[in-house]
């Protein structure tokens, strides 16, 4: 999610929040090459710092000088940074804490160590090319007796959108399919649990950091200011970062895709799981969003979307750190770093789960939300129907193969 979605307040049917953005990094390449007929992308507006000289982030991990220089000139952003702060005590080395938090603690460039509110000590886990089999092979072990997985990614926002109308019956779908077909993912966080929400001892979560360029990848300029500002160090995704076919060939034969004992937990999820399918598939996303819903059931015969089940409550609203404030729920690592938003994902879901959505015999009840996504397919969410308010394909000059960049 450009930054997480988890921190938008929106309840439209699209999975529009701090993942989307109204800047585009354009490189002088002619990405818009790639633009199928029915797709523009947004518009071009950023500063000095959103030139052809991406943000640089030093080797040694410090991010503070960086982020910085990342958002002094840019223009003031729509992603949400109001969550509340969180303060656990961070080990590092045993010796240092989270509340005068180093910029090298907050990078995702080495491995750190949480104290829970329980009192046990949690490890995320970063993942890179080096020691993606070895901890592939771990997950491996572990999902036989902690089948539930709760997922976040980290994307570069939202750069295109389709030439149709905003209401558009598949407008929602086709946006989430023209960005996923030309970005690609950045972070990956998979956490996993027991039927009874408790998390794997040690390590329960990973944190897997893909291969991303700043010189030579699509990007919106004010998601990538967000990333950076929480401890995203893109110098080492560009030389260190996982290859996505690689990690495709290797979530095929996990055990965590293609099997129905295994429960995905998400919030707001459609794009995490459209970049999902596009690593296992290594193709575009299909056409139609029926096709889509019939792959990702093969893939995830088992989803559970946070965001969906609370459109079935009453008095709940905003994204997931509002939701999990509500619920009580506190915060392990790093907010818009997908290890930290992937554990906070579970520890949310079983508590609501429990408080509203028990059957009769005590135990959690998914019927009512299994493989539902909010704002795609044919539930209450999705925006179906309304007028279809179809923008006219007109060029401004600007147009590759009938896709044009709007101003």
Known sequence: MAASSHTSGDSTGADTSSKQSNSVKVKNSQPSSKLRDDTRLVSTKTSGNASNSPTSVSDNGSMAEAANNATS????????????????????????????LSPLAQSNAVSHKFQAPSGETVEIRN?????????????????????????DTE??????RPISGTYAPDFQYKSLKCNVDLLKIIQLGLSFGDEDGNFAKGCPCWQFN?????????????????LVNSGISFTHHASRGIDPHRFGELLIVSGLVLDDRVKWVSFHSGYDYGYLLKILTTIE???EEKSFFNALRLYFPNIYDIKYMTSLCDGYFGGLQKLADDLGCTRIGQEHQAGSDSLLTMTTYF?????????PTGDIDDGKYRNELFGYGNNHTAAKGRTNNTHQNTSNGHGVN??????
């Open 73 to 100: 000139d840019t223009t003031s952003s729509a992603l949400s940074k109001d969550s509340p702060p969180f303060n656990p005590s961070f080990i590092n080395n045993g010796n240092e804490a989270l509340g005068n």
């Open 127 to 151: 993942v890179w090319a080096e020691n993606v089999d070895e901890e592939m092979e771990n997950i491996r072990e572990l999902i036989e007796t902690h089948p539930y997985v709760a997922m």
């Open 155 to 160: 994307f570069p926002g939202v750069v295109a």
């Open 210 to 226: 893909f291969k991303f360029d700043m010189n030579d990848d699509m990007f919106a300029q004010d998601s990538i200011d967000l």
């Open 285 to 287: 996303l299909p056409n």
């Open 351 to 359: 508590e609501l789960a429990r408080l509203k959505f028990l059957g």
């Open 402 to 407: 009938g896709c044009e960049q709007t101003s």
